[in-house]
């Protein structure tokens, strides 16, 4: 069993950085995958950061080179690093736990809400 905690969501200008953390208990496995996900209101839920258990990252177009996915080298928190933020950015973002990269995600926080202003 894996427990995920999101912080660090609010509200921010156009243009402005916000930092996504979400703490990581319980079971470890050894070849995870960890991502970030976000529902926009009406939208389905869309991935918008992975990374593996090796470090290796993916990102959605509409997020390259503005957000950053890492984790501690611990690896019990995984942070979502945002910049340059847009209005369509709002959502509610959650971080899931895959026990195995490639077949789903089998745990999930319970989200924080990101609400940019034009």
């Known amino acids: 069993q894996v427990h995920l905690q999101e912080s660090g969501g609010g509200s921010v200008q156009a243009g402005g950085s916000l930092r996504l953390s979400c703490g990581v208990s319980g079971s470890s496995y050894p070849d995870y995958c960890m991502a970030w996900f976000r529902q926009a209101p009406g939208n389905q839920r869309e991935e918008v950061a992975t990374?593996?258990?090796?470090?290796?990252?993916t990102y959605a177009d509409s997020v390259k080179g503005r957000f950053a996915i890492s984790q501690t080298v611990t690896k019990n928190t995984l942070n979502l690093q945002m910049n340059n933020l847009k209005p369509e950015d709002t959502g509610i973002y959650y971080c899931a736990y895959a026990l195995m990269c490639g077949y789903g995600y089998n745990f999930w926080g319970q989200g924080t809400q990101v609400t940019v202003s034009s």
């Open positions: 990374i593996s258990n090796s470090g290796h990252t």
